[in-house]
């Protein structure tokens, strides 16, 4: 990846702001489909809510629980794709829904909701489907849920990286010729003869113009105020995660892929245990904020520690055992009631020459970003071209079928004496540039040992993450699964996401 902020100097047909997942989902978009695109991060790629996600790609069951059916079907379509289109960068999650003493999903209900879930996804699931287990075979596999759970239920959905997502998105932009710059912050959008007709941009000490026919803004929790909207337009709210350790699950159907549903017991909210790069994450919340840099509190790691220690009494997870917690921000369509409560949509608002994306979720940003395109296309009096992103791989999907790819990668892994996991770990977060990381370790063989001993990555991987880092001056591991899990130790001070960007600094 190259950085150049030079190539902004010329004239757009699209100035996408905001490096988070709907960015550059849309500047990947317009740039496959010809249209001159320029693409502006303020901080780094993904540094906002796009690498603090639950990193589900999921259906949402809750969502379902409001009667909120065509977001569910959306999201559950686009999660069939992102799985098929980017086998490195999306995986299956096995979810198991226990009912233990209390559980508000439970039941008829619960059966009913999860037909539902599957039908509403497209036809091929297989062992994906869900399926009820009894108590005992779900204690079995997960001896440390409360001994009175009575049953289980089990139900598909999927994992990704989000931090990692984006930067792929962000690499597919420039090759497809288009020009993406981080650390350059839009301070103002410019208007000609009544129409938006690019943005000012501070970027290394220098402010320039964007000349740009069409822009979008996708700035997240800053989108109302850069795109000059009305701030009750839109809620924020704040969603913590702890890290906690792996999960001790052991049975023929519970594997490192296995995550688990839970209702907390004192509000009934749903919340996760979901296991990523060997840990498991735990989370969310949702408070309103009006600050999105607003970091954890110690009250809102004690709920989920609480919710925890409910529903698995046997874990005996305690403070101590907490490695880091994060917070990020949801930016949601301003309505009234309790935030968990309030729909996850997504909308576009339009004015001459700007679109600004608001709302939305990981798992549809692509769906949206092509929607934007299309209305992109119409304001430029283009026609429609189809969209490329439905149909194509992601950017560093392997060109290899994908079990050939993953016997290749345990091939290679065996000459540095890594596990399998391990192995599957690094094409993953690779795909096709996997064979770089090989390269590196042939020359600097003492790289292949681990970065941090509760991390599967090594240190090559660090070496690569340098080398990719497009702004000068930032902490490599920052976006990586190292600078979540084991950088934001909320005991230490630091669990304040890092100085966010703001429209105008
Ligand atoms: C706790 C939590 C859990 C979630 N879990 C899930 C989940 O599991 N699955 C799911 O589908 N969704 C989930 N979501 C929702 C999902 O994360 C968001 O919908 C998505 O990340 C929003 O992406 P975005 O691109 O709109 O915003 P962001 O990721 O915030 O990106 C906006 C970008 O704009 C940049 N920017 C701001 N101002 C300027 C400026 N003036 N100039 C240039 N750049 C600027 C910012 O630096 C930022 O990088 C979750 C959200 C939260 C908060």
Redesign the pocket.
């Known amino acids: 990846m190259i950085r150049d902020p030079t190539a902004l100097d010329q004239e757009f047909d699209l100035l996408v ?8 989902w849309t500047a990947w978009d317009a740039a496959l489909r010809g249209l001159r695109t320029a693409l ?19 259906g ?1 069951l809750r969502y379902l629980e409001r009667g909120d059916v065509g977001l569910v079907r959306k ?1 559950l379509v686009e999660r069939e794709r992102l799985l098929r289109l980017g086998p490195h960068r999306t995986w299956p999650l096995h979810f198991v829904v226990p009912a233990t003493p209390g559980a508000r999903y439970r039941g008829l209900p619960l059966a009913l909701g999860l037909w539902a879930y599957d039908h509403l996804a497209p036809p091929g699931l297989g062992e994906r489907r869900a399926r009820p287990w009894t108590g005992h075979e779900v204690l079995g596999a997960a001896p440390f849920l409360h001994p009175g759970t009575t049953s289980a239920w089990t139900y598909g959905d999927a994992g990704t990286d ?1 931090a990692r997502l ?1 930067l792929e998105l962000v690499d597919g932009v420039l090759r497809a010729g288009g020009v993406a710059v981080n650390g ?4 103002r959008l410019v208007e000609n003869q009544g129409r938006i007709a690019g ?1 000012e ?1 501070a970027c290394d000490g220098r402010n320039s113009t964007v000349r740009a026919r069409s822009t979008v ?7 109302a ?2 795109a000059g909207l009305d701030p009750g337009s839109v809620r924020l ?5 702890v890290a906690l350790p792996p999960l001790p699950v052991a049975g023929p159907w519970a594997t490192e892929d296995t995550a688990f549903l839970l209702n907390h017991p004192t509000d009934g909210r749903v919340f ?1 245990l979901i296991p990523w790069y060997g840990m498991t994450l735990v ?4 408070t309103d904020t009006t600050d ?1 840099h607003e970091g954890v509190t110690e009250g809102e790691i004690a709920y989920l520690l609480a919710g925890v220690a409910a529903a698995c009494p046997g874990l005996g997870w305690g403070r101590g055992d907490v490695r880091s917690a994060w ?5 949601l369509l301003a309505a009234q009631g309790h935030a968990s409560a309030i729909s ?1 949509e ?1 909308s576009l608002v339009r004015r001459p020459g700007l679109f600004a ?9 692509r769906i949206e970003a092509e929607r934007i395109v299309d209305a992109v296309e119409d304001d430029l009096g283009r026609p429609r071209t189809p969209s490329p992103t439905r149909t194509q791989p992601l950017p560093w999907c392997p060109t290899l079928p994908w079990p050939d790819a993953c016997a290749e990668a345990i091939r290679h892994g065996q000459a540095w004496g890594w596990s399998p996991a391990r192995s599957l770990t690094a094409l993953r977060r690779h795909g096709q540039r996997l064979g770089t990381l090989w390269l590196h370790l042939e020359e600097h063989p003492e790289d292949a040992n681990l970065l941090h001993p509760d991390l599967p990555l090594c240190r090559g991987e660090l070496a690569l993450a340098a080398q990719n880092m497009l702004l000068p001056g930032q902490d490599p591991l920052a976006r990586t699964p190292v600078g979540l899990l084991v950088g934001n130790d909320v005991s230490r001070g630091t669990a304040q996401p890092e100085a ?5 600094g």
């Open positions: 702001v905001g490096g988070g997942i709907y960015g550059a502006v991060e303020a901080n780094d790629w993904a540094s906002a809510t796009s690498s603090r996600s639950s990193k589900l790609l999921h949402g999201a989000d984006v350059a912050r839009v301070t943005a941009v803004v996708c700035a997240g929790p800053w989108a105020q850069v709210t704040k969603g913590i995660h996760f989370g969310t919340t949702d999105p917070a990020g921000v949801r930016t996850r997504w994306s608001l709302g939305g979720k990981l798992t549809s940003a966010g960007p703001g429209p105008g």
